[in-house]
């Protein structure tokens, strides 16, 4: 089993950066599949990316490829969610969430609280 936490939400201007940032705890962290949604108001939770336990390999919504990026730091635990050129329809609750299945399986296991991502225009 892992826990989940989020950090590193908050507002920004419209074309700016934001990195997010889900520490993993559980011995087995580094060996989970880490994914990233998000969910805006009165809509429904949306997949953003996802990254594979080595972190050689990660797979993106179009929406957000091109501008975001994920990575992971094994020794640290924590993956990383860095959005950059941001727009204000990229403002949610952004969740990351794990599993020990195929890299492209979309039904996650773990989740975190979530963390606010607000984009002004």
């Known amino acids: 089993q892992v826990q989940l936490v989020e950090s590193g939400g908050g507002l920004v201007q419209a074309g700016g950066s934001l990195r997010l940032s889900c520490a993993a705890s559980?011995?087995?962290?580094?060996?989970?599949?880490m994914g990233w949604f998000r969910q805006a108001p009165g809509k429904e939770r949306e997949f953003v990316g996802a990254?594979?336990?080595?972190?050689?390999?990660?797979y993106y919504a179009d929406s957000v490829k091109g501008r975001f990026t994920i990575s992971r730091d094994n020794a640290k635990n924590t993956v990383y969610l860095q959005m950059n050129s941001l727009k204000p329809e990229d403002t949610a609750v952004y969740y990351c969430a794990a599993h020990q299945k195929r890299l492209l399986v979309l039904e996650y296991d773990y989740w975190g609280q979530g963390t606010q991502v607000t984009v002004s225009s």
């Open positions: 559980g011995r087995t962290a580094s060996s989970y599949i």
């Open positions: 990254i594979s336990w080595s972190g050689g390999s990660q």
